[in-house]
């Protein structure tokens, strides 16, 4: 149905990433050959309650920044309470699933400050740095501790706290250091700990960029895998360079577009009412204009 499938609202697709399957709530990563991720599609269902992520992308879609902060904070508790299914928060694991709950903090931050919420944004923002520091006691690997530092420093970028720079900094040292730690790069950064770290900042990136992939997974990490520090610590610099100019730009203009996920262009069936492109975005249980982020209507 979907003629361009990407991995989850990431838009990020590595070299040797050689298959992306998707179906409404699943998707499935294929790296050389191998299976490296099978998730739910967009988001971390917990339980049979409200999706409150799903209610977020449509906070978004109607340009109700302060409404979509509180839902993407709610998505936030319901996954940190519950990554995954029989999984808690608390246990060590190797795709860090729980870092999605981290994710939404900071989206959440980002929603505030389109809002001009700077006192939720503010305290979303330390929210969202105070879970990744505990989360630093669970996830132990040092390559998903560096990680969590990277989050960190989105959490007082999105919060518009101090520091942003030194905590960027900080988590390029990380990165560096846990390159004796680290074979594979490329595993790492594909897993959904490193993705939830890299969706805000495409998510800001594309507001600015009429909803195209402006920041590829190879412009957010290093050239060489071979250095496995420097490859990851790639992230963190580039973030510290790139983020704040960028999020400054979509505070200015008042508008942040919805993740992105599963895109089709010159889709037949549906049309833009706002801007008249045919060009899709599906995400969450929302379907929109992969340009603005309006709903599309049925032709
Ligand atoms: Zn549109």
Same mark, same amino acid.
């Given at each position: 149905m979907h003629s361009n499938t990407e991995a989850d609202g990431r838009g990020l697709t590595p070299a040797g990433l050689t298959s992306v399957k998707k179906s409404r709530r699943w998707t499935v990563l294929v790296w050389m050959g191998t299976l490296v991720t099978m998730g739910a599609q967009d988001r971390v269902m917990s339980?049979?309650?409200?999706?409150h992520y799903e209610q977020a992308v449509a906070a978004l879609a109607g340009r109700s920044y302060d409404t979509a902060g509180d839902s993407f904070a709610r998505a936030a508790w319901q996954t940190l309470a519950?990554? %995954? +299914?029989?999984?808690?928060?608390f246990e060590a694991e190797q795709?860090?699933?729980?870092g999605t709950g981290v994710r939404y903090l900071v989206t959440s931050a980002l929603c505030y400050r389109v809002a001009g919420r700077q006192d939720r944004a503010r305290h979303r923002g330390t929210e969202a740095g105070a879970v990744a520091a505990d989360l630093q006691t669970v996830l132990t690997h040092p390559a998903q501790q560096a990680c969590l530092e990277e989050l960190a420093a989105d959490a007082r970028l999105a919060g518009g706290l101090d520091d942003v720079g030194d905590a960027y900094s900080d988590a390029a040292d990380a990165y560096r250091t846990s390159a004796g730690s680290v074979d594979n790069p490329q595993r790492w950064g594909t897993t959904p700990l490193f993705e939830a770290a890299a969706t805000p900042l495409q998510q800001v990136a594309r507001s600015t960029a009429?909803?195209? /992939?402006? /920041?590829?997974w190879e412009d957010l990490h290093?050239?060489?895998?071979?250095a496995p520090g420097q490859f990851l610590a790639h992230r963190a610099t580039y973030k510290r360079q790139r983020f704040p100019s960028l999020l400054e730009s979509v505070v200015d203009d008042g508008y942040l577009a919805a993740p992105r996920g599963t895109t089709e262009y010159n889709n037949e069936t549906y049309r833009c +009412?706002?801007?008249?492109?045919?060009d899709v975005n599906w995400v969450a249980d929302s379907v929109l204009c992969? %340009?603005?982020s309006t709903p599309v209507e049925q032709r």
């Amino acid at each position: 149905m979907h003629s361009n499938t990407e991995a989850d609202g990431r838009g990020l697709t590595p070299a040797g990433l050689t298959s992306v399957k998707k179906s409404r709530r699943w998707t499935v990563l294929v790296w050389m050959g191998t299976l490296v991720t099978m998730g739910a599609q967009d988001r971390v269902m917990s339980s049979e309650e409200t999706d409150h992520y799903e209610q977020a992308v449509a906070a978004l879609a109607g340009r109700s920044y302060d409404t979509a902060g509180d839902s993407f904070a709610r998505a936030a508790w319901q996954t940190l309470a519950a990554p %995954r +299914p029989e999984q808690g928060p608390f246990e060590a694991e190797q795709k860090g699933w729980v870092g999605t709950g981290v994710r939404y903090l900071v989206t959440s931050a980002l929603c505030y400050r389109v809002a001009g919420r700077q006192d939720r944004a503010r305290h979303r923002g330390t929210e969202a740095g105070a879970v990744a520091a505990d989360l630093q006691t669970v996830l132990t690997h040092p390559a998903q501790q560096a990680c969590l530092e990277e989050l960190a420093a989105d959490a007082r970028l999105a919060g518009g706290l101090d520091d942003v720079g030194d905590a960027y900094s900080d988590a390029a040292d990380a990165y560096r250091t846990s390159a004796g730690s680290v074979d594979n790069p490329q595993r790492w950064g594909t897993t959904p700990l490193f993705e939830a770290a890299a969706t805000p900042l495409q998510q800001v990136a594309r507001s600015t960029a009429n909803g195209e /992939i402006a /920041i590829a997974w190879e412009d957010l990490h290093g050239p060489d895998p071979a250095a496995p520090g420097q490859f990851l610590a790639h992230r963190a610099t580039y973030k510290r360079q790139r983020f704040p100019s960028l999020l400054e730009s979509v505070v200015d203009d008042g508008y942040l577009a919805a993740p992105r996920g599963t895109t089709e262009y010159n889709n037949e069936t549906y049309r833009c +009412p706002d801007c008249g492109s045919n060009d899709v975005n599906w995400v969450a249980d929302s379907v929109l204009c992969m %340009r603005c982020s309006t709903p599309v209507e049925q032709r």
